[in-house]
């Protein structure tokens, strides 16, 4: 929680300090769908939005925040809220016709509730950190619109939380130690740019 | 007599927009747009559909592109027994357009959110499940404030509860709509 308090302030801070910013250009805001897949949960679908803010023009910045479902082996939901950032870089000088390819890291909360489907009083939740690495394409569809779709692997560093069953049923677990299980996430953005004109 | 004046009139009424198709419509590259309309949908895994009452806000930035806000309300199920007894629906995306004064084709993607609820699941979660629509459209300007539109939509998603739903569904969209 206290967490989720401190990156909503700098959320706030960061994103009302880039509005007025005298460089227009250099800030974007866009919504995106994530899909979630290859962990141990199952797959599932996103909602979002984020943020960029260009600090060179090799170098940019994502501040995402998502709300991802998932679907956990037919058995329980697990929901996911993700508020982090990643740096972007730009390996070549030029666009390729309309792509932008590059390389993007960064870091995020994650908070995660699993509930029983078949009992949604039985759940559990937990607040945690976790790291994020990958690769990426804007898709220029005008000098301030583009696509980007980004695909990365989020490593969870916290105990992760599973079912268990026993004699009366299925309940929430955490797992024993960290495993560094994460999903690999693949996102598609879009998103405007604010030109000074 | 005053039956046929009657159809007379409806028909001059009916068919007056047509008459203005012809005149250059003077649409700006920047302009917004919206309509109200009804839009039934189908379901691909199971024989069900839904009429919604469907509203959309669209602005464009430039020619090509437009960023466009959507909203579906459940008006009702054709099943006796609906798997939902609500489903709304919330969207938000881009679409790029292939326009002339008079036609405009247009594709796009949105990110979504959806609530789904059903009264017999006594379920305690909010049912909410983020959702993607990949939508196309035609629109037909046929006049400064008036357009005619046809648009098709996919939606993806799923719905995670006591009864595991799939909720990936056609919809259609037709009507009168207006330039802002």
Same mark, same amino acid.
């Given at each position: 929680?206290?967490?989720?308090?401190?990156?909503?302030?700098?959320?706030?801070?960061?994103?009302?300090?880039?509005?007025?910013?005298?460089?227009?250009?250099?800030?974007?805001?866009?919504?995106?769908?994530?899909?979630?897949?290859?962990?141990?949960?199952?797959?599932?679908?996103?909602?979002?939005?984020?943020?960029?803010?260009?600090?060179?023009?090799?170098?940019?910045?994502?501040?995402?925040?998502?709300?991802?479902?998932?679907?956990?082996?037919?058995?329980?939901?697990?929901?996911?809220?993700?508020?982090?950032?990643?740096?972007?870089?730009?390996?070549?000088?030029?666009?390729?016709?309309?792509?932008?390819?590059?390389?993007?890291?960064?870091?995020?909360?994650?908070?995660?509730?699993?509930?029983?489907?078949?009992?949604?009083?039985?759940?559990?939740?937990?607040?945690?950190?976790?790291?994020?690495?990958?690769?990426?394409?804007?898709?220029?569809?005008?000098?301030?619109?583009?696509?980007?779709?980004?695909?990365?692997?989020?490593?969870?560093?916290?105990?992760?939380?599973?079912?268990?069953?026993?004699?009366?049923?299925?309940?929430?677990?955490?797992?024993?130690?960290?495993?560094?299980?994460?999903?690999?996430?693949?996102?598609?953005?879009?998103?405007?740019?604010?030109?000074?004109? | 007599?005053?039956?046929?004046?009657?159809?007379?009139?409806?028909?001059?009424?009916?068919?007056?927009?047509?008459?203005?198709?012809?005149?250059?419509?003077?649409?700006?590259?920047?302009?917004?747009?919206?309509?109200?309309?009804?839009?039934?949908?189908?379901?691909? @895994?199971?024989? =069900? +559909?839904?009429?919604? %009452?469907?509203?959309?806000?669209? &602005?464009?930035?430039?020619? *090509? #592109?437009?960023? !466009?806000?959507?909203?579906?309300?459940?008006?009702?199920?054709?099943?006796?027994?609906?798997?939902?007894?609500?489903?709304?629906?919330?969207?938000?995306?881009?679409?790029?357009?292939?326009?002339?004064?008079?036609?405009?084709?247009?594709?796009?993607?949105?990110?979504?959110?959806?609530?789904?609820?059903?009264? @017999?699941?006594? =379920? +305690?979660?909010?049912? %909410?499940?983020?959702?993607?629509? &990949?939508?196309?459209?035609? *629109? #037909?300007?046929? !006049?400064?404030?008036?357009?005619?539109?046809?648009?098709?939509?996919?939606?993806?998603?799923?719905?995670?509860?006591?009864?595991?739903?799939?909720?990936?569904?056609?919809?259609?969209?037709?009507?009168?709509?207006?330039?802002?």
């Amino acid at each position: 929680m206290r967490y989720s308090v401190i990156f909503f302030v700098f959320f706030i801070i960061f994103g009302n300090w880039a509005q007025h910013s005298t460089n227009l250009n250099r800030f974007s805001l866009g919504v995106r769908s994530t899909f979630s897949a290859f962990s141990d949960d199952g797959t599932g679908l996103g909602t979002g939005g984020q943020f960029r803010l260009r600090f060179t023009p090799r170098v940019n910045s994502d501040w995402f925040a998502d709300y991802i479902v998932v679907n956990h082996q037919s058995i329980a939901k697990s929901e996911y809220l993700h508020i982090g950032w990643s740096v972007l870089f730009y390996p070549m000088n030029q666009q390729i016709g309309r792509f932008q390819p590059y390389v993007l890291a960064g870091h995020c909360f994650d908070y995660n509730k699993l509930s029983i489907n078949s009992q949604p009083e039985i759940y559990g939740d937990r607040w945690g950190s976790a790291v994020q690495a990958g690769l990426g394409t804007h898709f220029l569809l005008s000098p301030q619109v583009d696509l980007s779709l980004t695909s990365q692997y989020m490593v969870h560093l916290t105990k992760e939380l599973t079912t268990a069953y026993s004699s009366t049923g299925y309940t929430i677990v955490e797992k024993s130690g960290n495993s560094f299980e994460g999903h690999l996430l693949t996102t598609i953005s879009i998103n405007y740019r604010f030109i000074k004109k | 007599m005053k039956e046929q004046t009657k159809l007379g009139w409806i028909c001059a009424l009916l068919f007056l927009p047509f008459a203005t198709i012809h005149a250059q419509a003077t649409i700006s590259n920047t302009h917004a747009s919206a309509f109200l309309t009804f839009a039934p949908n189908y379901f691909f @895994q199971k024989n =069900e +559909s839904n009429f919604f %009452l469907h509203g959309q806000l669209n &602005l464009f930035t430039e020619q *090509r #592109i437009s960023f !466009s806000g959507d909203a579906f309300y459940d008006l009702g199920s054709t099943s006796a027994y609906p798997t939902f007894n609500n489903q709304h629906q919330l969207f938000f995306g881009v679409n790029y357009h292939w326009r002339t004064s008079i036609h405009d084709l247009y594709l796009g993607i949105q990110p979504g959110i959806g609530l789904y609820r059903n009264d @017999q699941a006594l =379920e +305690s979660r909010i049912p %909410l499940a983020p959702l993607v629509s &990949l939508q196309g459209g035609y *629109r #037909i300007y046929i !006049s400064p404030h008036f357009h005619f539109f046809f648009e098709g939509r996919f939606i993806g998603g799923q719905v995670i509860s006591k009864n595991m739903q799939a909720i990936s569904n056609l919809r259609f969209s037709a009507g009168l709509g207006f330039q802002l």
